[in-house]
């Protein structure tokens, strides 16, 4: 079974609707991220959580928004979608005791795309 | 500011033939430096790291040395096969940033028969 989870894996809405995304986790890691990759951007962070009270924006955080429900849960928001946030978006966990080297597991990604 | 700076694809290659994949970066402090795999249709899964200056990593073949004096992290692997047609990303980790990660733009590599 996958440690990172994303549901929907795909997703097709109209401009102006709200749409929430969501992942779950059973690593048992306290630190969640949101990220969207765009051809040729990379990822870019929207929200990091480092746990379920402590919540930041990330580089990009403008029209999205996020609840960290639990410890396992954590989902991203976009409160009136718009046709630039079509991206394909990850979620990620680590686990801040693995100071060696932080390594970040993400989930199979989302597909969004806004008409 | 920081920031992760890769060659830009798309690259092809013939089975067995020698890869190099440049990623430079730029950072206050000294970071921490990962490439990062995205198999099709999959998320980004960890490759290999380095902590710290002329620090090496490898994994599955592929290596890549921490160059603090040219600020590089080059992606290298002596024979690539099918199996590596992937995106690969470059990306930094700062200690003052909260353990987050600052990806390259990804470099998506093709590998034919």
């Known amino acids: 079974d996958a440690d990172v989870t994303q549901t929907p894996r795909n997703r097709i809405t109209k401009t102006g609707k709200r749409i929430m995304l969501e992942c779950s986790q059973t690593k048992g890691h306290d630190r969640m991220y949101w990220y969207r990759q765009d051809p040729g951007l990379g990822l870019r962070l929207i929200y990091y959580?480092?746990?379920?009270?402590?919540?930041n924006k990330g580089e990009i955080s403008d029209g999205y928004s996020v609840s960290r429900q639990a410890q396992a849960k954590f989902s991203l928001s976009l409160e009136s979608a718009i046709p630039n946030q079509t991206a394909l978006y990850f979620c990620?966990?680590?686990?801040?005791?693995?100071?060696?080297?932080?390594?970040?597991?993400f989930g199979p990604g989302t597909r969004l795309t806004v008409l | 500011g920081n920031s992760v700076t890769q060659m830009e694809g798309p690259v092809t290659l013939s089975e067995e033939a020698f890869l190099t994949i440049n990623c430079t970066y730029t950072?206050?402090?000294?970071?921490?430096l990962f490439w990062y795999v995205q198999y099709p249709g999959e998320g980004l899964q960890l490759l290999l790291k380095?902590?710290?200056?002329?620090d090496k990593g490898s994994n599955k073949g592929f290596e890549a040395t921490y160059r603090k004096e040219t600020t590089s992290f080059h992606l290298e692997k002596g024979s690539v096969q099918v199996s590596d047609s992937a995106v690969y990303f470059c990306a930094l980790r700062t200690i003052n940033r909260g353990g987050k990660l600052i990806f390259g733009q990804g470099t998506e590599l093709s590998v034919k028969p």
């Open positions: 959580s480092f746990d379920v009270k402590d919540i």
């Open positions: 990620a966990t680590s686990d801040p005791l693995n100071t060696n080297y932080n390594e970040q597991f």
């Open positions: 380095a902590t710290k200056a002329d």
């Open positions: 950072a206050t402090g000294y970071p921490s």
